[in-house]
């Protein structure tokens, strides 16, 4: 494979072979069934206590949830989605402006997900963006398409309210003061994928990303409303997350499972790929501050078990994530006490 992306126009008629995964670690999608039940917090609900109590049982049980009426704009959704697609439509030649293979670098269009470390890649492109401070980061993002800087900078504005508002009920429902997170994560981070799953010719034998769990805290995902292809694993089984209409998925990343002495569950989620449409999805993620002290909550470990995860910051965390394949033990495990 010469080409650097994916997304450069070539149609592949069979999978290059490094994309093939070994048979005893492949999606089996024959066997896969759509997750029932999934949570779906209605975010505009007058009655908090109400929201705080779903918001606990889906993070007990589940791991991710749904929300709608999240207070998100339809506008900044819908031309959130038209500027991805516009840039993913852009020449190649344009696109690879921004190639980049080093996971440091703070504006970048890459693929797969660690190329350099990596055996098996995986059938993906994105673009990711740090988005926080805007003022900071927005003068090195894409300047085509023309519009891109200015629709960008809204929706991550919006989403990262949403992204607060959600934290002060998570706080909530462990049972902590409403700014507990907020104030352990300290000035959060807040970084963007926008991914493009090609159209694959043997989705059965890859993945667009394999299972894995979120380093972050919170993750909020924008989901192709056309074409499925999130799956999450539940009592050792992969189920199907199908799109819900002006909803965002919300995972809680590790950081979260951490900070809730374990309560709370990091997903575990994978994204398989299509052969007969292209996929999209917009993930935002929430970071705690670099030297952010991440520990169990206190109130959490006054029972006879104690402080499951050992203190660390979340630079820390974050290198021992990057240094490893995506798909290896939880990351979380080496942090136990």
């Keep these: 494979m010469d080409a650097k992306v994916l997304s450069s126009g070539i149609r592949y008629s069979d999978l290059p ?3 093939v995964r070994p048979e005893s670690d492949r999606p ?15 975010l505009g609900c007058p009655d908090r206590s109400h929201i705080v109590q779903q918001i606990s049982l889906a993070c007990t049980h589940y791991g991710f949830f749904q929300v709608i009426n999240h207070g998100v704009s339809k506008e900044a959704v819908e031309r959130m989605l038209e ?37 098996v890649h995986n059938w993906r492109d994105y673009l990711r963006l740090h988005c926080y401070p805007l003022h900071k980061y927005v003068p090195e993002w894409p300047s085509n398409p023309p519009s891109f800087k200015e629709i960008v900078s809204r ?5 990262r309210g949403l992204g607060y508002r959600l934290q002060e009920l998570i706080s909530e429902s462990l049972g902590l003061e409403m700014d507990y997170i907020k104030n352990v994560l300290g000035e959060q981070g807040q970084h963007m994928a926008v991914n493009y799953y090609p159209l694959c010719p043997e989705p059965e034998l890859t993945y667009g990303l394999p299972g894995h769990t979120d380093p972050n805290a919170l993750t909020i995902l924008l989901q192709d409303l056309q ?66 002290l991440i520990s169990p909550a206190k109130p959490l470990t006054e029972d006879e ?5 050992r203190d660390f910051t979340y630079a ?22």
Aim: glycine residues 4%; proline residues 5%; aromatic residues 12%.
């Design 155 to 159: 929706y991550c504005v919006e989403v």
């Design 83 to 119: 500027v991805a697609h516009g840039f993913f439509g852009l020449p190649v030649e344009e696109k690879l402006k921004l190639y980049s293979d080093d996971p440091s670098k703070t504006t970048r269009l890459s693929t797969s997900f660690n190329v350099k470390k990596e055996t």
């Design 227 to 292: 074409v499925a292809g999130l799956q999450v694993l539940k009592e050792g089984k992969w189920l199907a997350v199908n799109p819900h209409p002006d909803a965002f998925v919300i995972n809680i990343g590790d950081q979260l499972q951490a900070l809730s002495n374990g309560r709370y569950k990091s997903v575990w989620h994978r994204a398989i790929v299509n052969a007969d449409k292209p996929r999209m999805s917009v993930a935002s993620f929430l970071c705690p501050f670099d030297h952010a």
């Design 305 to 309: 078990c104690g402080a499951v995860y």
């Design 316 to 337: 820390e965390y974050y290198s021992k994530f990057w240094s490893r394949n995506l798909d290896q033990q939880h990351c979380l495990e080496l942090f136990k006490n």
């Design 17 to 19: 072979p490094s994309y």
């Design 28 to 42: 089996r999608l024959s066997e896969v069934s759509e997750c029932e039940n999934v949570p779906v917090i209605d």
